[in-house]
């Protein structure tokens, strides 16, 4: 899980700066579940699971929580960005030009629509009105 492994690394830099007070968002359930609750023994991410859990003890996380992916347009942003970019990590001390609206926006606490499908039924009234014998 790439999330995992990019929150790794910003706990690791966030240490390395002597950080504390974190705050951890993230659009993954899962993610957050796992380093609010911890993971079952055995899984697959257990032990990067727990990594992370011991530097946020260590960091004193202030809040975890799970976002829509809609509230987390910056970090899809980087993420994108970092795709086109060299292997490897990328320590930025400012954030890119292409960031600037979205961080702007992001401190104004601009609202993003969800989208969501949603499925409709409708059912006339004299249908159940005429199978129930009345």
Request: hydrophobic content about 45%; aromatic content about 4%; some cysteine.
């Amino acid at each position: 899980m790439a999330e995992l492994w990019g929150l790794r690394e910003g706990l690791i830099i966030a240490e390395q700066k002597m950080l504390t007070n974190i705050e951890v968002e993230s659009d993954s359930q899962f993610l957050v579940e796992a380093l609010s609750k911890g993971i079952e023994k055995g899984h697959p991410l257990e032990l990067l699971i727990q990594e992370c859990r011991a530097i946020m003890k260590a960091l004193i996380v202030a809040a975890m929580r799970h976002i829509l992916r809609e509230a987390n347009k910056c970090a899809d942003k980087l993420a994108k960005l970092g795709r086109r970019a060299r292997p490897g990590l990328t320590d930025l001390d400012i954030p890119p030009p292409e960031m600037y609206e979205l961080l702007r926006q992001d401190a104004d606490g601009v609202k993003w629509i969800r989208k969501i499908r949603v499925l409709c039924c409708l059912v006339r009234q004299d249908s159940f009105d005429s199978s129930s014998g009345a």
